[in-house]
């Protein structure tokens, strides 16, 4: 198994609304990730994502496309505080911000 890794995601386009989130959790929980994903005020969709480096790749891959009624403009990805996802959570919907 590979080393676990944490990444913070902004996702940007029509990704609220189009049911982005479940879809993302979804995928996430298909993989066994642990972490979070919640709406954004400005429109956009937040995630933090810890696990496997193979699988956090494959829902960073995701995310470019996201549901089908979904459209993504862009997808940022950067080194995430693993300390804010609950010891045994798995994989949640979280309050918007």
């Not at 829902?59 to 459209?71: C, N, Q, T, V």
Request: glycine residues 12%; hydrophobic residues 40%; aromatic residues 6%.
């Amino acid at each position: 198994m590979s080393e676990a890794i944490c990444r913070k995601l902004r996702i940007r386009g029509r990704v609220q609304g189009v049911g982005y989130r479940w879809s993302l959790c979804a995928e996430a929980q298909r993989l066994g990730l642990s972490g979070w994903v919640r709406n954004r005020s400005d429109g956009s969709v937040e995630a933090l994502v810890r696990g496997p480096v193979e699988a956090v790749d494959t829902l960073i891959e995701w995310a470019h496309r996201g549901p089908s009624m979904a459209r993504v403009d862009q997808v940022l990805s950067q080194t995430g505080n693993a300390a804010e996802i609950a010891a045994g959570a798995g994989f949640v919907q979280i309050a918007s911000r």
